[in-house]
């Protein structure tokens, strides 16, 4: 069964970085698109970056400060996270989908197989 396994994350202080990690058990089609999404207490989850293989898809909020990129022979997404704001804190899941990409990266139905979620804690 192909799994997805996140890492990183953890505290920082506003103006930090952070890195986060997603990586897909198996070299297969559930490859095609892994989007990184995120969940504060009392909000719904968002769509945060995505990337599909040579393209790279930002939400407004983070796209001047998060940077999204691939390692082929690992089979992992890496999310890399600057200037962090106290707004970013938030639980980040990341989703993977199999079917061909890129179409809508935010929709959360359109993803197959999710991450546990990594804790993203920003203080001021």
């Known amino acids: 069964q192909v799994q997805v396994v996140q890492s990183g994350g953890g505290s920082v202080q506003a103006g930090g970085s952070l890195r986060l990690a997603c990586t897909v058990s198996?070299?297969?089609?559930?490859?095609?698109?892994i989007a990184w999404f995120r969940q504060a207490p009392g909000k719904e989850r968002e769509f945060v970056a995505a990337?599909?293989?040579?393209?790279?898809f930002y939400s407004a909020a983070v796209a001047d400060r998060f940077v999204v990129s691939r390692d082929n022979a690992k089979n992992t997404v890496n999310l890399q996270m600057n200037s962090l704001k106290s707004e970013d804190a938030a639980l980040y899941y990341c989703?993977?989908?199999?079917?061909?990409?890129?179409?809508?990266?935010?929709?959360?139905?359109?993803?197959?197989?999710w991450g546990q979620g990594t804790q993203v804690t920003v203080s001021s």
């Open positions: 198996e070299r297969t089609v559930y490859n095609n698109v």
């Open positions: 989703a993977a989908r199999g079917s061909p990409g890129p179409g809508d990266v935010g929709l959360k139905s359109n993803y197959d197989i």
């Open positions: 990337d599909h293989w040579s393209d790279q």
